[in-house]
C-alpha cells in the first residue's frame, strides 16, 4: 500500500496531441496490420479452400447415390451420377462403375490446380443390379 492507502499506484497518462496516441507509437498499429495482412489472407484462403473441399465430397456423395441408384433400376449409372452433379463441377467428376459399385471422383475448385489434384475426394455406393 502507498501512502494514501491505495493498492497500487496512479498512473499518469501521457498522450501526445493527436488522436490520444503515445508520444513515439504513431502508426505502429498500422505496421503491425500490414505485417499481419499477409496471414490473416492465407488464413482466410486456406478456410475457404476446406470448404469447397467439403462441399466436393458432398456432391460426390450425392452424385455415387443417384448411380448406385440408378444402376439398381436398370439405368446406366455414369449418366445418373454426372446428371447429380452441378454443372460448375462436369468437368472435374470421375465416373466409374465397376460390378454393383459406383465411385465418384471430385476435384474440389482450386486456385492452384495442383492442389485441387492432392484434395480430390471420392465416394462409392453399392447396388444390386436387377
Known amino acids: 500500500m502507498n501512502r494514501r ?18 508520444r513515439g507509437e504513431g502508426g505502429q498499429s498500422t505496421v503491425e ?3 499481419a495482412l ?7 484462403l486456406v478456410a475457404l479452400q476446406l470448404l ?3 462441399y466436393a465430397l458432398t456432391l460426390a456423395d450425392g452424385a455415387a447415390e443417384a ?3 440408378a444402376l439398381a433400376s436398370g439405368r446406366p449409372a455414369v449418366e ?4 447429380a452433379v452441378p454443372g460448375w463441377a462436369q ?6 462403375v465397376r460390378g454393383g459399385r ?13 492442389l485441387a489434384d492432392r484434395l480430390a475426394v471420392s465416394s462409392s455406393a453399392r447396388a444390386r443390379p436387377k
Open 5 to 22: 492507502g491505495r493498492a497500487f499506484p496512479r498512473i499518469a497518462w501521457r498522450t501526445s496531441t493527436s488522436l490520444g496516441t503515445w
Open 33 to 35: 496490420l500490414i505485417a
Open 38 to 44: 499477409p496471414v490473416l489472407l492465407l488464413a482466410g
Open 52 to 54: 469447397a473441399t467439403g
Open 67 to 69: 448411380g448406385a441408384l
Open 80 to 83: 445418373a451420377a454426372r446428371g
Open 91 to 96: 468437368d472435374d467428376v470421375a465416373v466409374t
Open 102 to 114: 459406383v465411385t465418384v471422383r471430385v476435384r474440389p475448385p482450386s486456385p492452384l490446380p495442383a
